[in-house]
């Protein structure tokens, strides 16, 4: 009896220490590796430097631990990020595309069998379109959906990256086990000690979990780091780097309303004033290992 109390005290004080973890912004690239990225980031054009103020690619970067020579998956990868990894991962490297599954997107197109052949397609256009993003550069580039890992891509991956797209995978699990399935394939793709960061817009604690299922782009931050340790990854930390205490939606918004998309404002140039002024989403910073 004693023995089996000690042992839920040990297991609540655990969940405890993960719930209350402490923000975290550890350095990781050494001084020849940023600046690196400093010289990328500063080549960039004008319109993808305007968000950096949002998006913040030198510190997320830095945070997880991402460096030249590794091979990193980027889901739902456009040419924002491509464009800043392609040339840091530099020739020795691998930027691998990754998107959702295939029953994933079923629930999206419904019966659109034109939508799903092109997105079946998807790996290959993506590789295409990646190669044309590099330039002269010699990363490697690859590309694969979720549900359909290739066997040579397991255990290779050093960091896999879902920066805004945890929403897509949580609001489809009750029907198909999104999350879940997609945790099992981002274990599989990962290199022991591998790691996978993730930046996502925040829920408010106190909405409702029905509302912060993902339809509206929010999803809670307590849960997703349970359900990542509940699929066997180690909770490294997070980073308010990416925070925004201007955003606090209420269960009548939904992430879009702020820029970049800033929809159902265009009529209102007030409404519209006052989105701009709030920026871009509060979002979560977080890092995971596989053991």
Not at 47 to 72: C, I, N, W
Not at 83 to 88: E, K, T
Not at 135 to 149: H, N, S
Not at 231 to 238: L, M
């Amino acid at each position: 009896m004693i023995r089996t109390i000690a042992k839920a005290c040990a297991l609540a004080a655990a969940t405890l220490i993960v719930s209350f973890q402490p923000a975290v912004h550890a350095e990781n690239l050494s001084a020849d590796e940023r600046a690196k990225l400093e010289t990328i980031l500063a080549a960039q054009p004008d319109s993808v430097k305007a968000r950096y103020q949002y998006r913040h690619p030198l510190e997320t970067l830095d945070f997880l631990g991402v460096k030249p020579g590794m091979t990193v998956a980027d889901t739902l990868p456009g040419s924002y990020y491509s464009n800043i990894l392609l040339p840091y991962l530099g020739n020795s490297g691998k930027l691998v595309g990754v998107s959702y599954s295939i029953d994933h997107r079923a629930l999206d197109y419904g019966d659109n069998e034109e939508r799903m052949a092109r997105f079946a397609a998807w790996p290959e256009r993506f590789v295409s379109e990646a190669s044309e993003w590099r330039g002269e550069g010699k990363t490697e580039i690859d590309a694969f959906l979720l549900g359909a890992v290739p066997e040579n891509a397991k255990g290779t991956v050093d960091a896999f990256l879902l920066f805004r797209a945890m929403h897509h995978l949580n609001k489809y699990e009750d029907r198909i086990g999104t999350r879940t399935n997609a945790f099992k394939d981002i274990y599989a793709a990962l290199k022991p000690g591998g790691i996978v960061g993730i930046v996502q817009h925040r829920s408010p604690v106190g909405n409702s979990d029905e509302w912060a299922k993902g339809f509206n782009g929010y999803i809670k931050q307590q849960p997703l780091i349970d359900n990542m340790i509940a699929a066997g990854f180690e909770f490294v930390g997070a980073s308010e780097v990416n925070a925004n205490p201007k955003d606090v939606p209420t269960e009548g918004d939904y992430v879009w309303r702020l820029p970049p998309r800033l929809a159902g404002s265009d009529d209102d140039p007030e409404k519209r004033a006052r989105l701009e002024a709030v920026g871009e989403s509060d979002r979560m910073t977080l890092k995971f290992r596989k053991p």
